[in-house]
């Protein structure tokens, strides 16, 4: 956490009249609820966590009674889970409004706005459809680009009303054919989502870095210890893309990054700085040199047969893409032919950015067709590449990848069995239609910034910004007049926060076998109050006293006041999320507490008159 995170803790509803404090807030806001007493309150933890549950956050979520599942992917906020909830979404809401401005739309959007934008069909089944009583096409909507860009179109008319940056925090909707992981990857979630409209291209910079500076405020408030990762826009179309991701090993992205300086990047965008290879040095005339290598057919195989490195072998992938021919307009298929180095691998995001499209192994008869040989000989010598994919319409595309540029005296298969060639250099003996980033990084690998090694980790997406461009404002036809009266199309960004991710992230970054610890700021209680027996008058009276204290001091508290064994009281508060606890016992008699820190599980005895300052301690160390 930050420092000006500290503050917006402890002065927060001072400065802006704006009360975080779900419990009582002494700011005059006006919310000042009684204590929080647990033996009132319905929070319903469990001994199991459910059957199904993998990760952390799934087991700990639905144990410690935040939330409870209505069918696959659809889940009920309970009273902790809420008060979470509502804590992330006030921070998100007070740093937006400093940017941008809060809408209210709805999620039931009619078929027209998805068809215009061009949505509508390539949504697939991941958009939930339905028809009114009329017949007419529905849907719920998973983000609000057409939403946001229909009222953009039909109100803004100049560039002196610009620039706009429209928000909004409110459920989406996503078909998810495998909702699993509890909150992870669900069918109804909750967003922030925010569009900017600039009249050209350094306005859109300047909203973009916006976001990006407030994106960093909210989630450091959040006391996450997050990443921003360089990212593939992908089908989203924009230039210039951020992630925000969390490290875990409940998350389903990799991201490449290095412990030496500031590097990040998600395995679609991640390079590495690779160590020079010695060629090979040209054998007989220097001409390609067929070789025997009878049954030899993997890299290593033929590597080891001739005694080579496979650093120095070409590996040779067959593959099929539809394209459409520029000028009928009919889709057909051409033969795609990726050349890595023999010991690196393809990765599938890079190829396809390269490609514009999805690629397919080519089948038994497209190999023979195009190479004339069984495959596990293929080579890129004696076919004729295309030059140029828009003019050479008929001819295969040859990509190279880059770690085989400069490279010579190679060794690829010579497109007939059981034989390879030797001396092969690219741009002598064959010619590539482009060379392209292509290459999957690997761990241990250098950082193309520092040189040291690269790690590779598994995260959560907390958050995405990215600049559409003018894709929607295109598509759906959004005009203003510029400076000189010419009418000019205005340029958009996207920018969106899973509010569930941010608690699942959470929980997943603190938790051990007992239960998890929220950052202070998202918790649902800062402080829970244990008296180990309510029976006895003098722990009884003396933990009312420290909690009334701590609550006007700005703490966020409950009282544990059921008639519980001690047991069953740590346990619980063990499991459900809160940062600190004071344990009121025997001790009492002679003027001190337990206060106990959950992530550390550090125990202190503290005299009670001393309990509010140290716990302000800790929370400013916590962060
Ligand atoms: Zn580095």
Redesign the pocket.
């Known amino acids: 956490m930050s420092p000006e995170a500290i503050i917006y803790n402890n002065q927060f509803p001072f400065e802006s009249g704006l009360c975080l404090r779900l419990g009582a807030c002494y700011s005059g806001c006006g919310n000042n609820k009684l204590m929080h007493r647990w033996s009132e309150l319905f929070i319903p933890t469990l001994r199991e966590a459910p059957a199904d549950a993998e990760v952390a956050s799934h087991k700990f979520l639905v144990r410690a009674g935040y939330i409870r599942q209505l069918a696959a992917g659809i889940y009920s906020y309970l009273f902790l889970g809420n008060r979470s909830f509502n804590k992330i979404m006030a921070i998100v809401r007070q740093e937006m409004d400093k940017i941008g401005q809060e809408f209210y739309l709805p999620a039931l959007h009619p078929r027209e706005i998805w068809e215009a934008s061009g949505r509508w069909g390539l949504m697939g089944e991941n958009l939930f459809r339905l028809k009114d009583r009329k017949g007419a096409d529905m849907c719920l909507g998973m983000t609000e680009e057409e939403v946001m860009t229909s009222i953009a179109l039909k109100e803004l008319r100049s560039y002196k009303q610009l620039p706009q940056i429209w928000y909004q925090i409110a459920p989406k909707f996503r078909d998810e054919p495998r909702p699993k992981s509890g909150l992870l990857r669900v069918r109804q979630f909750m967003m922030k989502d925010a569009y900017s409209f600039d009249i050209d291209a350094a306005g859109l910079d300047v909203s973009y870095k916006k976001h990006y500076e407030t994106y960093r405020r909210i989630f450091d408030r959040c006391g996450l210890k997050y990443m921003v990762v360089e990212a593939d826009s992908g089908a989203m179309g924009g230039k210039e893309s951020h992630e925000f991701m969390v490290r875990t090993p409940a998350g389903e992205d990799q991201i490449v990054s ?1 412990d ?2 500031n ?1 990040a990047a998600n395995m679609e965008k991640a390079t590495s700085k690779l160590e020079a290879v010695a060629d090979l040095a040209a054998e007989g005339d220097g001409k390609p040199l067929e070789v025997h290598t009878p049954g030899q057919k993997t890299i290593e195989d033929v590597a080891r047969f001739l005694g080579v490195s496979p650093k120095n072998k070409i590996k040779t992938l067959a593959l099929m893409a539809e394209e459409k021919d520029e000028k009928t307009g009919k889709s057909k298929l051409r033969g795609i032919v990726v050349l890595m180095r023999g010991d690196h691998q393809v990765n599938e995001a890079k190829l396809n950015g390269a490609v514009g499209g999805a690629t397919r192994p080519m089948d038994e008869n497209e190999i023979k067709a195009l190479f004339k040989s069984p495959a596990g000989y293929l080579g890129p010598v004696g076919i004729e590449w295309a030059r140029d994919r828009k003019k050479d319409a008929d001819k295969p595309v040859l990509f190279v990848d880059q770690a085989l540029e400069g490279r010579a005296n190679l060794i690829a298969g010579a497109n007939k069995e059981d034989y390879h060639l030797k001396n092969l250099t690219p741009g002598k003996e064959f010619h590539p239609t482009a060379y392209a980033d292509l290459r999957a990084v690997t761990a241990g690998e250098a ?1 193309p ?2 040189g ?1 090694a690269l790690r590779i980790d598994t995260a959560v997406e907390i958050g995405h910004i990215f600049k559409l461009g003018y894709r929607y404002s295109e598509s759906m036809g959004a005009r203003v007049l510029d400076k000189n009266g010419k009418e000019v199309t205005p340029i958009m960004g996207s920018y969106g926060i899973g509010i569930e991710r941010i608690l699942t992230a959470a929980v997943e970054q603190g938790n051990d076998e007992n239960g998890f610890w929220l950052p202070a700021a998202i918790a649902p209680f800062e402080v829970v109050v244990a008296p180990v027996n309510v029976k006895d008058e003098a722990v009884r009276t003396a933990a009312e006293d420290i909690a009334k204290r701590l609550e006007a001091a700005g703490f966020d508290v409950i009282l544990d006041d059921r008639d519980e064994r001690p047991g069953v009281k740590f346990k619980d508060a063990d499991l459900v999320g809160i940062p600190f606890r004071v344990t009121v016992g025997k001790k009492v008699t002679e003027g001190t507490v337990e206060v106990v820190l959950r992530s550390t599980r550090e125990v202190r005895d503290v005299t009670i008159s001393a309990v509010v300052e140290h716990l302000q301690g800790l929370l400013r160390r916590a962060g």
């Open positions: 290095c030496g300086c590097y950082c910034n520092c040291k």
